[in-house]
Structure formats: structure tokens, C-alpha cells
């Protein structure tokens, strides 16, 4: 089982719905949880990070943090053609190490 | 936000030929910083944690010898691709965590593309 799974997509929304991004984590000991976004031929940013189960919002932008489950997710309300890239969901602190698991990423393309 | 600078951005060598990429923190310190590869359509894979003033840890399946870590100061990390070979070409990049700020929020460089010949 990889340690942080996510679907590789394509995920195809119309503009102006919302995206919904997934990303399931294998070890219960995981402490922090970050959403990055990478265009093509680009390095990743940092989209919204989240450390306590509930919601977090920022703009557009909501992650969703389940610890029992372990799933976080990340909305994209009123999605806009320039979201278009891969989400990469990344993974901080399993079993007490302090290294960045980083899933395989979701390409996400907003239909304009 | 903070910024980590990574040079060159861009490489073509031939076979056999080492490359040098930098790493540098411009406006903060970094204790850590991380190596990546990233194959076409692939995510991140940590190669290596650069620490300052002492030896990297590297991953399994990762060659210490083939892939030189230095990180000789808080605000640069050096990778060297000893012997480049085909298949090391790939797209590496950079991160670092600002020392002190406990956020867990990696800054990443703008990576640097490496073909060999």
C-alpha cells in the first residue's frame, strides 16, 4: 500500500463548480498535511496546509481533514480554467520522522 | 512568502560529466533541506535531507556516491550528479523548511532540468 494514495485523474470540472481532491495516508501517526499545486514543467506551491480534523478555509479554497479516516481533501470552489494543474498532496511527521510523503498528484482540468 | 532560489535552471551534459545544482534560501535559514526527483508525470520522490554541518540521509535506493549532497551553510545546499548517465536525466528539485518557523511549509525551488546525452 503506498503511503499517501491519490487519484491520477484526469479530475474534469466546467467553470465556476467545484473540485473536489482526495488523498487517503497510511500511517495513523502522520502530523501535518499539505496541498500543493504544480503547473507543467514547474516547481510546486503551497496551496493550504492543515494540521486538526474539521475544515480549513482560505478564499476558494477549503482542505478537509478526517485523522480517524485518515483523508484530507481539498475543495475548489468556483473553479477557474487557470486551476488547471496537478494537486499534490503531501504528508508530514508518520511514525515521528520529520520527512514529506508526497502522493502521486491529481491533474485537474477546468473546462472553460 | 519565502524564497529558494535553484540553479541552473536548466542542463544538458554528456555522458560521464558531472553537475553541480545550488540550492539557496534568499531571505531565510535553512537548518533542512530536501532533494527531489520528479520523472514526467510522476510526483515528487525525496532523494536525500540535507542538513547543515553534517551528513545528508539518504533514501533507500539512492546512490550516496553518485548523488553528492553538501550543505555547507544555513542558506545553501548543493547536489552534485557524479557521472551523469541517460537515465539520470530527470527534473530535481529543491526544498527547505525555515529554520524555526515549525510550520512544516516547504519552499520549493524552481527545479532544474537535467538531460545527459
Known amino acids: 500500500q503506498k503511503e499517501v494514495e491519490q487519484n491520477s485523474g484526469p479530475l474534469s470540472v466546467p467553470e465556476g463548480a467545484i473540485a473536489s481532491l482526495n488523498c487517503t495516508y497510511s500511517d495513523r501517526g502522520s502530523q501535518s498535511f499539505f496541498w500543493y499545486r504544480q503547473y507543467s514543467g514547474k516547481s510546486p506551491e503551497l496551496i493550504m496546509f492543515i494540521y486538526s480534523n474539521g475544515d480549513k478555509e482560505d478564499g476558494r479554497f477549503t482542505a478537509q481533514l478526517n485523522k480517524a479516516s485518515q483523508y484530507v481533501s481539498l475543495l475548489i470552489r468556483d473553479s477557474q480554467p487557470s486551476d488547471s494543474a496537478t494537486y499534490l498532496c503531501a504528508v508530514n511527521g508518520a511514525s515521528g520522522t520529520y520527512k514529506y510523503i508526497f502522493g502521486t498528484g491529481t491533474r485537474l482540468k477546468v473546462l472553460a | 512568502g519565502a524564497v529558494v532560489s535553484q540553479h541552473p535552471s536548466w542542463v544538458i551534459c554528456k555522458s560521464g560529466t558531472s553537475v553541480k545544482i545550488e540550492c539557496r534560501s534568499l531571505?531565510?535559514?535553512?537548518?533542512?533541506m530536501f532533494w527531489y526527483r520528479q520523472f514526467p508525470k510522476q510526483s515528487l520522490m525525496l532523494m536525500a535531507t540535507s542538513n547543515e554541518g553534517s551528513k545528508a540521509t539518504y533514501e533507500q535506493g539512492v546512490e550516496k556516491d553518485k548523488f553528492l549532497i553538501n550543505h555547507a551553510s544555513l542558506t545553501l545546499s548543493t547536489l552534485t550528479v557524479t557521472s551523469a548517465h541517460p537515465e539520470d536525466s530527470s527534473f530535481y528539485i529543491c526544498s527547505a523548511e525555515r529554520g524555526g518557523a515549525n510550520t512544516g511549509e516547504l519552499f520549493f525551488g524552481e527545479g532544474s532540468r537535467l538531460t545527459v546525452l
Open positions: 531571505d531565510f535559514q535553512a537548518t533542512t
